[in-house]
């Protein structure tokens, strides 16, 4: 904790928008996959979307079905910075967001699922979608 920093969260109503960032202030994690999770109060850790740690990377981006076609993460390799564009929310986003780094620079779909070869992590930000 404290490595990642997250911020762009707040309410909003269904079918609006949101951006989420996330950077590193004070390591460069410009080599390593980076992924979205949230969750909700008593629920696992659901995973977002993963990107990986090059634009060179031939490994795509994943997302979670539930998410896919709505929300987008991108990366900026120069800044250590990803954001997750997320758009025509619903009641069933809201949920606490966060981003880590994994230990590898690029992923597998199952790996990029799994918490837990993510290594760092934000202390996450909140998003509440409204009806």
């Known amino acids: 904790q404290g490595h990642l920093v997250e911020f762009g969260g707040g309410l909003v109503q269904a079918g609006g928008s949101l951006k989420l960032s996330c950077y590193a202030p004070e390591r460069d994690f410009s080599g390593r996959a980076w992924g979205w999770f949230r969750q909700t109060p008593g629920k696992e850790r659901e995973f977002v979307a993963a990107?990986?740690?090059?634009?060179?990377?031939?490994?795509?981006?994943y997302y979670a079905d539930s998410v896919k076609g709505r929300f987008t993460i991108s990366r900026n390799y120069n800044k250590n910075m990803v954001d997750l564009q997320m758009a025509a929310l619903k009641p069933g986003d809201t949920a606490v967001y966060s981003c880590?780094?994994?230990?590898?620079?690029?992923?597998?779909?199952?790996?990029?699922?799994?918490?837990?070869?993510?290594?760092?992590w934000g202390q996450g930000t909140q998003v509440t979608v409204s009806s």
């Open positions: 880590a780094v994994h230990y590898l620079p690029t992923l597998s779909k199952p790996q990029a699922m799994n918490y837990h070869g993510y290594e760092f």
């Open positions: 990107i990986p740690g090059s634009a060179s990377a031939t490994e795509p981006t």
